[in-house]
């Protein structure tokens, strides 16, 4: 049966650079500790993230990443980096005195976990990772700059992200550094344009067995505008992160145990990033779901689960 765990703790951490991250803690305090990272940039921590672990043994911590969901202030771009981001990782792990811990993440919350354990190797009992995204211009350019890439499989998307680009005068290279300063608030009808279009291009990529559906300006509301604005601060500075970051430091992580889940026809995030890094993870596992996408299907969610399950056993 389904369920939607509830956390049994919500906190702060103390305000850092003008930043307060929401935390929250589910499962067993007892239980075997693990730390997800939700995606993004910009999105926020949802019970989904967490369903996939037993919370009879699993101590799972969870947080919003900052300028997102319940940290504050909402949107705020000053002080929110990558690695901002992954120092409160690191000030959750103090904070709750624990020694080592199991990290975990799909997509933009896989970046976070891989970059968290090259910077702190010895803290990580081991990676669970979904639908890699490693943040670099291949990566990025399949996704959202290249003819070639994902718009050959929406080609009908893609023009209507193009029409976009040609509306405010900018292209697949610069739009994120372009765009951004156009966002204001809901009141303002070039602000919901703008993000309405920016999220049916990533929306429509999640998966392919569903029909295609456009946002409209009147489903954007603050929070939607604080998400977009969010990604497009990360994406115009290269997500903080020098080119092949995480290719380029494997060696720190080279002896972590780590599970790689990713679906076969996944769009966003190609198969092609997840068996690389495996390829170069000795101690990797990498699982390919014969169905999924970028979002897993009912039967993918549950190979997740069972393979999460056996790895924290084991590990």
Not at 23 to 38: F, K, L, R
Not at 95 to 108: A, C, E, M, Q
Request: charge should be negative; glycine fraction near 6%; charged fraction near 20%.
């Amino acid at each position: 049966m389904a369920y939607k765990p509830v956390p049994f703790k919500k906190w702060f951490l103390p305000e850092m650079d003008g930043h307060t991250v929401a935390v929250y803690e589910y499962g067993n305090p007892a239980g075997i500790p693990v730390i997800v990272s939700h995606g993004g940039p910009g999105d926020k921590s949802k019970p989904k993230h967490v369903a996939c672990f037993d919370l009879t043994t699993t101590w799972v911590i969870a947080y919003d990443q900052r300028g997102c969901g319940n940290s504050m202030p909402n949107g705020r771009l000053d002080n929110n980096t990558t690695f901002e981001t992954i120092e409160d990782i690191e000030r959750i792990r103090t904070t709750l005195k624990i020694n080592d811990w199991f990290v975990s993440g799909g997509s933009w919350g896989s970046t976070l976990s891989i970059l968290y354990a090259q910077l702190y190797p010895e803290k990580v009992r081991g990676l669970l990772l979904t639908s890699i995204f490693l943040a670099d211009k291949q990566s990025e350019d399949w996704a959202f700059a290249n003819e070639g890439g994902a718009e050959v499989m929406f080609s009908d998307v893609w023009l209507h992200r193009e029409e976009l680009l040609e509306k405010y005068q900018t292209n697949s290279q610069d739009f994120s550094k372009k765009l951004l300063p156009l966002l204001k608030d809901v009141s303002d009808p070039q602000t919901l344009d703008i993000t309405s279009r920016i999220l049916s291009w990533e929306g429509n990529l999640m998966t392919s067995q569903d029909d295609i559906q456009y946002f409209l300006p009147s489903d954007i509301g603050e929070s939607e505008i604080n998400s977009v604005k969010i990604m497009l601060h990360y994406e115009s500075n290269n997500y903080f992160m020098t080119e092949d970051q995480i290719l380029n430091k494997l060696d720190s992580i080279k002896n972590v145990p780590t599970l790689i889940v990713h679906g076969r026809y996944d769009v966003l995030c190609p198969l092609k990033f997840a068996w690389k890094l495996h390829q170069q993870l000795p101690k990797s596992d990498l699982i390919i779901l014969p169905s999924s996408g970028h979002r897993l299907t009912a039967e993918g969610l549950l190979a997740r689960s069972l393979a999460y399950q056996k790895f924290l056993m084991t590990h």
